[in-house]
T-cell receptor, first 115, second 112 residues
Framework: NAGVTQTPKFQVLKTGQSMTLQCAQDMNHEYMSWYRQDPGMGLRLIHYSVGAGITDQGEVPNGYNVSRSTTEDFPLRLLSAAPSQTSVYFC??????????????FGQGTRLTVV | GDSVTQMEGPVTLSEEAFLTINCTYTATGYPSLFWYVQYPGEGLQLLLKATKADDKGSNKGFEATYRKETTSFHLEKGSVQVSDSAVYFCALSRPTGNQFYFGTGTSLTVIP
């Protein structure tokens, strides 16, 4: 099993450009999420989804859109890139159980630079 | 609100030294607690977890005990190796919640 696959691994954008970060999982997990990782700030939740057709905002959603049309895919769209969005982005998936979320499985990350 | 606080880094140790990375949490109810490890250029991967008070999670020589009375989940290893050099994240999830809460990470470097 591949687990969680993110593409691309690296990307450079110019200010104002748009792009989509892809995330696919083959674990049949209901829950998927996007984080950004910045030095000294740990991981911050951007958006998450508890199933196909259901998405919600996390801590830092501004400037990003998501959709969940299938269980497997959860793309993250940057509408108009800004230098403040320079970061490493991680996609993760989990199962939902009575006791809450089980462990998160992470992709390898996308390193995005906006110039 | 829910949160996780872990000790500031970076931490530098000699090989075979004892490791402790402190983690405390704030959460309502009885959260599940996790330690994740991130090696350079990679995503996070689960190191160990505990789902109820007094549970001890262990893996690869690392241990952490869920202490409800002190709201802590400190990570320990008796003898670190160079290959343990990584960033370590403490995290929680609540039974009624829909997200993980991560600490800011602690960078560990082990020197030969």
């Amino acid at each position: 099993n591949a687990g969680v696959t993110q593409t691309p691994k690296f990307q450079v954008l110019k200010t104002g450009q748009s792009m989509t970060l892809q995330c696919a999982q083959d674990m049949n997990h209901e829950y998927m999420s996007w984080y950004r990782q910045d030095p000294g700030m740990g991981l911050r939740l951007i958006h998450y989804s508890v199933g196909a057709g259901i998405t919600d905002q996390g801590e830092v959603p501004n400037g990003y859109n998501v959709s969940r049309s299938t269980t497997e895919d959860f793309p993250l769209r940057l509408l108009s890139a800004a230098p403040s969005q320079t970061s490493v982005y991680f996609c993760a998936c989990s199962s939902v159980r009575t006791g809450g979320l089980t462990e998160a499985f992470f992709g390898q990350g996308t390193r995005l630079t906006v110039v | 609100g829910d949160s996780v606080t872990q000790m500031e880094g970076p931490v530098t140790l000699s090989e075979e030294a004892f490791l402790t990375i402190n983690c405390t949490y704030t959460a309502t109810g009885y959260p599940s607690l996790f330690w994740y490890v991130q090696y350079p250029g990679e995503g996070l991967q689960l190191l160990l977890k505990a789902t109820k008070a007094d549970d001890k999670g262990s893996n690869k020589g690392f241990e952490a005990t869920y202490r409800k009375e002190t709201t802590s989940f400190h990570l320990e290893k008796g003898s670190v190796q160079v290959s343990d050099s990584a960033v370590y994240f403490c995290a929680l999830s609540r039974p009624t919640g829909n997200q993980f809460y991560f600490g800011t990470g602690t960078s560990l470097t082990v020197i030969p």
